[in-house]
Structure formats: structure tokens, C-alpha cells
């Protein structure tokens, strides 16, 4: 059974930096492409980064662009996201999700339970 | 850049009504289009994939239709454990979600 778990969140400071991490289990990890999505209290879905398989090919999104970084240890089976210069808007639910192959297709098929963020002074 | 309108924002409909929500992008996004269940204070869940197909593990009477700009998501029979927001998804070069539907029990 794949299993996604995200840990991390905390609540910090606007301007200040915070790591999100996601292990992953019950798949082979490194076949597939992984992704972060985030849902703001209350609102709606958005994608914020994802993965390949290999590291070689990652994406943002234009709101996170600069600020945040995604990465991978295949070895650890985890998934990571370093969100720098963070601003009240970023306060969220942070899921991780899995891709169905290794490159981008962004069908999110599994997600975790979800890190929340929380930025405020 | 592709918009993605998804209607309505919430319904509310009796247990064994058709529910019926719509989702219209605004160019032609081929068959590129999933749909998920939220329930609340869950993460999201993957329905329906590639405009029709059901996602295995997931009860028929959930259903998917469309092609091009418009699309359609069916529950033939409302049932109380089906309360959740649904969203679409558009997905191609970047992946969009609608703005959901949250589908309440009269």
C-alpha cells in the first residue's frame, strides 16, 4: 500500500524559512515523479512543484518560483521542499502526491495526510 | 494561459438525486482532465482519470464525461458518504485545478 507521510510544518515568521519533508513506502520511489500541491485554509487546490524521477527535470509554480526548492533523496525514499523567504499567503495544508510515472503526467493518484504552514508574526 | 470554471461552487441535493457538476476550460484541452473527492479534513482523492475513466476501487455510480472545453462529473445516486468539495483537474504542460464544488445533504 503506498503510504506518503509530510512532516515539517510549523508555524514561523514572514521572511523566515522552513523545511517540508514527505517519506514515501509501499512503492518503488524512484520510478516515479513526486509533486507538492497546497490548499490554503479554506480555499481551494494548487500545485506548487514537482519532481522527476531522476531529479533532472523540476517545475514551479509562478507564486513560489525563486522562493522554494524541491528535491529528493531516492535512497531515503523522500521527498523535500525548502520554502525560503516565506510570506503570510503561504499559510497552508502541504500535501506530498505521487505521480504515476516517472516523469511528469501530474495525475496525482496518492496524496498524504498533509504538513500544515503556518506564516504569521 | 488555460482558465478552468467549475460550476457550481456548492449544491445541495437529497440522498439518491443525480448530481451533476460541470467544468469548462477555456481552450481545447483534449481529454486532459481528472477529477477528485475531498472530504473534509482528508486529502484529496482521485475519481475519475482522463475525462472518463474510473480510478480503480472507486464505486460506479461516479462518472465522468467531455471532450475539448467541456465536461461533466455524474453521481447517479447521492449518498451520505459522498459529502466532499470535488475538483477538476486540468493537466498538460502545468496542472490547474477548478475551484470545486462542496455537495452538501438536503
Known amino acids: 500500500e503506498v503510504q506518503l507521510v509530510e512532516s515539517g510544518g510549523a508555524l514561523v515568521q514572514p521572511g523566515r524559512s522552513l523545511r517540508l519533508s514527505c517519506a514515501a513506502s509501499?512503492?518503488?520511489?524512484?520510478?516515479?515523479?513526486m509533486h507538492w500541491v497546497r490548499q490554503a485554509p479554506g480555499k481551494g487546490l494548487e500545485w506548487v512543484s514537482g519532481?522527476?524521477?531522476?531529479?533532472?527535470?523540476?517545475d514551479y509554480a509562478d507564486s513560489v518560483k525563486g522562493r522554494f526548492t524541491i528535491s529528493r533523496d531516492n535512497a531515503k525514499k523522500s521527498l523535500y521542499l525548502q520554502m525560503n523567504s516565506l510570506r503570510t499567503e503561504d499559510t497552508a495544508m502541504y500535501y506530498c502526491a505521487k505521480d504515476i510515472a516517472g516523469v511528469f503526467r501530474y495525475y496525482f493518484g496518492s496524496w498524504g495526510q498533509g504538513t500544515l504552514v503556518t506564516v504569521s508574526s | 494561459d488555460i482558465q478552468m470554471t467549475q460550476s457550481p461552487s456548492s449544491l445541495s441535493a437529497s440522498v439518491g438525486d443525480r448530481v451533476t457538476i460541470t467544468c469548462q476550460a477555456s481552450?481545447?484541452?483534449?481529454?486532459?482532465l481528472n477529477w477528485f473527492q475531498q472530504k473534509p479534513g482528508k486529502a484529496p482523492k482521485l475519481l475519475i482519470y482522463?475525462?472518463?475513466n474510473l480510478e480503480t476501487g472507486v464505486p460506479s455510480r461516479f462518472s465522468g464525461t467531455g471532450y475539448g472545453t467541456d465536461f461533466t462529473f455524474t453521481i447517479s445516486s447521492l449518498q451520505p458518504e459522498d459529502i466532499a468539495t470535488y475538483y477538476c483537474?486540468?493537466?498538460?504542460?502545468?496542472?490547474?485545478f477548478g475551484g470545486g464544488t462542496k455537495v452538501e445533504i438536503k
Open positions: 483537474q486540468h493537466y498538460d504542460n502545468f496542472p490547474l
Open positions: 482522463d475525462a472518463s
Open positions: 481552450q481545447d484541452i483534449s481529454n486532459y
Open positions: 519532481i522527476s524521477w531522476n531529479s533532472g527535470n523540476k
Open positions: 509501499g512503492f518503488t520511489f524512484d520510478d516515479y515523479a
